[in-house]
């Protein structure tokens, strides 16, 4: 696009942009290279489990179901990862919404329906707080959400040691519900982490924030000579990634159906692989948030084929990541120098 | 030191070192425990070992000084090493996982090889940060994050996914055993730290480190070999985490892929933060780290002994982060204690760090006379 017409040697009107160099400058390439992946790895696993019965569509639905918190939480940090920042206080949050949630519904008996509104209150409140301190007092977002990061951890294990196991009637009706959708169903937590993504998707492309967290992320001093207000956008993206988390700590408590102090440990690197798998660059500023469909995708894929092959153990899958994000963030690397120069 | 002869500027010259305020933490928190346990700073001899508080808090702080240390030269260089927590199990697992192959885990050359061999990992995954970072270019954060979460995959892998436990006496002096009643890891943090000082603060190299952090770019342009320097650093923090994996293991006689170091990365930064390096880069203070180590570690002894519950530990280190930072950032300063405040400290510091090299305190408190008038 715009990148590629800009580029040096475009100057000259003799020369047009070769078909390959065109591709190479796209911003969307890194998505297409994700999905793509994502279609390869599906194909290999409908080509190696076929009688296992691989190719049935609620195998591909589950993936939405197992993973649907973990896409919550990653919309969350694309927004942040796109205005520049990062956050690393997303699995303590999801964590203690958990244990939260369960303390509030099993000890104190209040309704489900009372407990999501101030859970999300809190997770969103949080962010604000870890917003508010990065913007105003210039401290680096990666040491303020790791003070986040110990703080929830430890507010986990001071309202309990150990788990507490939800045996509350509505929400384990909740957590049963299948939505039909003739070949297959989703879970209430797939379905909702659906309406997050298309809510996400609308927000940073349509409209006016969306534009100021690309803006930010991008060239934060022009961003700020323009006029936006940079401090609102830092300290909003904050907030939308404490909401993002406590809302995905909800999913993974009606996923999981108990709240305990060491739930969704180290989550926050999963859920910035996603984002990174998914092609957002990690300076910010460019990058799709179907990206990160795509990335939980192919993460929620490798721990299926794990499942699937069987012999593998648990341990390929942190492997496999990690290879996975250090392909992608060379990828990356080679990119941005290429529109550099 | 000549010109300050009288008592108030030698007051001020002790206030304005840059390990007062580190040291005057260390010294309020070991206070703390008095009250509650009397006999706190007393040592005792027995079996011919010294026991005691303040011996179990060097010794359970060992680890962390160690992975500390290297994190302060990585940030130094203006970067962060998120890998050291996998680098622990790695190295743990390696030489455990050789040990308990020997058919005699006690003997010594097997030992040594199994030593070599997880140092040897460590540095590998090292080298393989540096490269990510200097040479291709990719933010410190997200090129550590790699081995972050690949390492513990790969201790798994090369313990099975299971936790190792080895029988092995030369193994275990490492990180449990005693020398000269003292425990051993205090003499392995002795002298990592003693071989850090001395070549940072030396021989030129210190100075070249704190130049790549102050601005890569233009070091680079003066001469300095900035790439190779930021590698090196990578290899030797990751030497020392891989030093501090033998420890933990060794303590324990026993390798955990999953457990191993869980943490211990953002302890280690939060160390060096508290030490009074600023996690931009461009200066540090060795003496400073192993006083913040020394630091989180009373602070989780001093929990356990006030009979805090010991879950608020989390709760604690996160307010310590937050209030450490706080008064790091200039615009805080600025903000709650007034402007004029604000600028005077931050010339103290920066005169403090400026002189924090030449060793004097005298230099520093002219520079700062200087720069506020």
Same mark, same amino acid.
């Given at each position: 696009?715009?990148?590629?017409?800009?580029?040096?040697?475009?100057?000259?009107?003799?020369?047009?942009?070769?078909?390959?160099?065109?591709?190479?400058?796209?911003?969307?390439?890194?998505?297409?290279?994700?999905?793509?992946?994502?279609?390869?790895?599906?194909?290999?696993?409908?080509?190696?489990?076929?009688?296992?019965?691989?190719?049935?569509?609620?195998?591909?639905?589950?993936?939405?179901?197992?993973?649907?918190?973990?896409?919550? !939480?990653? +919309?969350?940090?694309?927004?942040?990862? =796109? /205005?520049? $920042?990062?956050?690393? *206080?997303? &699995?303590?949050?999801?964590?203690?919404?958990?244990?939260?949630?369960?303390?509030?519904?099993?000890?104190?008996?209040?309704?489900?329906?009372?407990?999501?509104?101030?859970?999300?209150?809190?997770?969103?409140?949080?962010?604000?707080?870890?917003?508010?301190?990065?913007?105003?007092?210039?401290?680096?977002?990666?040491?303020?959400?790791?003070?986040?990061?110990?703080?929830?951890?430890?507010?986990?294990?001071?309202?309990?040691?150990?788990?507490?196991?939800?045996?509350?009637?509505?929400?384990?009706?909740?957590?049963? !519900?299948? +939505?039909?959708?003739?070949?297959?169903? =989703? /879970?209430? $937590?797939?379905?909702? *982490?659906? &309406?997050?993504?298309?809510?996400?998707?609308?927000?940073?492309?349509?409209?006016?924030?969306?534009?100021?967290?690309?803006?930010?992320?991008?060239?934060?001093?022009?961003?700020?000579?323009?006029?936006?207000?940079?401090?609102?956008?830092?300290?909003?993206?904050?907030?939308?990634?404490?909401?993002?988390?406590?809302?995905?700590?909800?999913?993974?408590?009606?996923?999981?159906?108990?709240?305990?102090?060491?739930?969704?440990?180290?989550?926050?690197?999963?859920?910035?692989?996603?984002?990174?798998?998914?092609?957002?660059?990690?300076?910010?500023?460019?990058?799709?948030? =179907?990206?990160?469909?795509?990335?939980?995708?192919?993460?929620?894929?490798?721990?299926?084929?794990?499942?699937?092959?069987?012999?593998?153990?648990?341990?390929?899958?942190?492997?496999?990541?990690?290879?996975?994000?250090?392909?992608?963030?060379?990828?990356?690397?080679?990119?941005?120098?290429?529109?550099?120069? | 030191?000549?010109?300050?002869?009288?008592?108030?500027?030698?007051?001020?010259?002790?206030?304005?070192?840059?390990?007062?305020?580190?040291?005057?933490?260390?010294?309020?928190?070991?206070?703390?425990?008095?009250?509650?346990?009397?006999?706190?700073?007393?040592?005792?001899?027995?079996?011919?070992?010294?026991?005691?508080?303040?011996?179990?808090?060097?010794?359970?702080?060992?680890?962390?000084?160690?992975?500390?240390?290297?994190?302060?030269?990585?940030?130094?260089?203006?970067?962060?090493?998120?890998?050291?927590?996998?680098?622990?199990?790695?190295?743990?697992?390696?030489?455990?996982?050789?040990?308990?192959?020997?058919?005699?885990?006690?003997?010594?050359?097997?030992?040594?090889?199994?030593?070599?061999?997880?140092?040897?990992?460590?540095?590998?995954?090292?080298?393989?940060?540096?490269?990510?970072?200097?040479?291709?270019?990719?933010?410190?954060?997200?090129?550590?994050?790699?081995?972050?979460?690949?390492?513990?995959?790969?201790?798994?892998?090369?313990?099975?996914?299971?936790?190792?436990?080895?029988?092995?006496?030369?193994?275990?002096?490492?990180?449990?055993?005693?020398?000269?009643?003292?425990?051993?890891?205090?003499?392995?943090?002795?002298?990592?730290?003693?071989?850090?000082?001395?070549?940072?603060?030396?021989?030129?190299?210190?100075?070249?480190?704190?130049?790549?952090?102050?601005?890569?770019?233009?070091?680079?342009?003066?001469?300095?070999?900035?790439?190779?320097?930021?590698?090196?650093?990578?290899?030797?923090?990751?030497?020392?985490?891989?030093?501090?994996?033998?420890?933990?293991?060794?303590?324990?006689?026993?390798?955990?892929?999953?457990?191993?170091?869980?943490?211990?990365?953002?302890?280690?930064?939060?160390?060096?933060?508290?030490?009074?390096?600023?996690?931009?880069?461009?200066?540090?203070?060795?003496?400073?780290?192993?006083?913040?180590?020394?630091?989180?570690?009373?602070?989780?002894?001093?929990?356990?002994?006030?009979?805090?519950?010991?879950?608020?530990?989390?709760?604690?280190?996160?307010?310590?982060?937050?209030?450490?930072?706080?008064?790091?950032?200039?615009?805080?300063?600025?903000?709650?204690?007034?402007?004029?405040?604000?600028?005077?400290?931050?010339?103290?510091?920066?005169?403090?760090?400026?002189?924090?090299?030449?060793?004097?305190?005298?230099?520093?408190?002219?520079?700062?006379?200087?720069?506020?008038?």
């Amino acid at each position: 696009m715009s990148a590629t017409t800009q580029s040096p040697t475009t100057a000259s009107p003799s020369r047009t942009p070769s078909a390959a160099a065109r591709l190479l400058g796209d911003r969307r390439l890194p998505v297409a290279v994700t999905a793509l992946l994502f279609l390869v790895m599906y194909g290999v696993g409908l080509s190696r489990y076929q009688n296992y019965g691989f190719a049935e569509p609620q195998v591909f639905l589950n993936l939405f179901i197992d993973n649907g918190y973990l896409l919550v !939480a990653a +919309v969350g940090v694309t927004f942040v990862i =796109l /205005s520049g $920042g990062i956050d690393l *206080s997303v &699995g303590s949050m999801i964590g203690f919404t958990t244990m939260f949630t369960a303390w509030l519904v099993e000890r104190q008996g209040l309704p489900i329906v009372v407990v999501i509104p101030m859970a999300l209150a809190v997770g969103a409140f949080g962010g604000f707080l870890m917003g508010y301190v990065i913007h105003n007092f210039e401290i680096q977002p990666f040491i303020v959400t790791l003070a986040g990061l110990f703080l929830f951890r430890g507010l986990c294990l001071v309202i309990s040691k150990e788990s507490i196991s939800i045996g509350d009637s509505s929400v384990s009706s909740m957590a049963q !519900a299948q +939505v039909s959708l003739g070949m297959g169903f =989703l /879970s209430i $937590g797939a379905i909702v *982490s659906l &309406g997050v993504l298309a809510v996400a998707f609308y927000v940073l492309h349509y409209t006016r924030f969306g534009r100021r967290v690309y803006a930010i992320g991008g060239n934060e001093q022009s961003a700020m000579l323009m006029g936006l207000p940079q401090g609102g956008t830092k300290i909003a993206v904050y907030t939308v990634s404490g909401f993002c988390s406590a809302l995905a700590g909800l999913l993974f408590t009606l996923y999981i159906q108990s709240g305990d102090p060491l739930h969704a440990t180290g989550m926050e690197l999963d859920a910035i692989a996603a984002v990174v798998i998914g092609g957002t660059l990690l300076t910010g500023g460019s990058g799709y948030v =179907l990206g990160t469909l795509f990335g939980v995708l192919v993460l929620g894929l490798i721990k299926s084929i794990i499942q699937f092959e069987g012999t593998l153990s648990s341990w390929w899958t942190k492997i496999a990541t990690g290879v996975l994000l250090c392909a992608f963030i060379l990828v990356q690397r080679f990119m941005t120098t290429r529109k550099k120069t | 030191m000549t010109t300050s002869s009288t008592t108030p500027s030698r007051w001020r010259a002790l206030t304005h070192h840059h390990l007062f305020w580190p040291v005057a933490v260390l010294v309020l928190l070991l206070l703390v425990n008095v009250p509650f346990t009397p006999d706190f700073f007393s040592v005792k001899m027995a079996d011919g070992h010294l026991y005691g508080s303040l011996v179990s808090i060097v010794l359970f702080g060992s680890p962390l000084i160690l992975v500390a240390v290297g994190m302060t030269l990585v940030i130094a260089t203006g970067g962060i090493d998120l890998s050291v927590g996998a680098v622990v199990a790695i190295t743990g697992a390696l030489a455990c996982s050789y040990i308990s192959d020997q058919a005699d885990q006690g003997a010594l050359s097997g030992v040594l090889l199994a030593m070599g061999l997880g140092l040897l990992a460590a540095v590998v995954c090292g080298l393989w940060n540096g490269f990510l970072v200097a040479r291709m270019g990719i933010q410190p954060i997200i090129a550590t994050l790699i081995i972050m979460v690949a390492g513990r995959g790969v201790a798994q892998l090369i313990t099975d996914g299971q936790i190792i436990t080895i029988n092995s006496e030369p193994y275990k002096l490492i990180g449990g055993g005693y020398w000269l009643t003292l425990p051993f890891s205090i003499f392995v943090v002795a002298a990592v730290v003693a071989v850090t000082v001395v070549l940072t603060r030396r021989t030129a190299l210190g100075l070249l480190v704190e130049a790549v952090g102050g601005n890569a770019e233009a070091s680079r342009l003066v001469g300095i070999r900035s790439r190779r320097i930021k590698i090196m650093v990578y290899a030797f923090c990751a030497l020392c985490a891989g030093i501090a994996g033998l420890m933990i293991s060794s303590n324990t006689s026993a390798a955990d892929g999953n457990n191993a170091g869980l943490w211990i990365e953002l302890d280690a930064i939060l160390a060096v933060v508290i030490g009074g390096t600023s996690l931009l880069g461009g200066r540090f203070s060795v003496g400073g780290t192993v006083v913040g180590a020394l630091v989180i570690q009373t602070l989780t002894t001093t929990i356990y002994t006030i009979g805090v519950p010991t879950q608020t530990n989390l709760v604690f280190k996160a307010a310590v982060v937050i209030v450490v930072c706080l008064l790091q950032s200039p615009k805080f300063r600025a903000k709650v204690f007034g402007a004029k405040f604000a600028a005077g400290f931050a010339a103290r510091r920066r005169a403090g760090q400026a002189a924090a090299p030449a060793g004097s305190a005298a230099t520093a408190e002219s520079t700062a006379k200087m720069e506020v008038s």
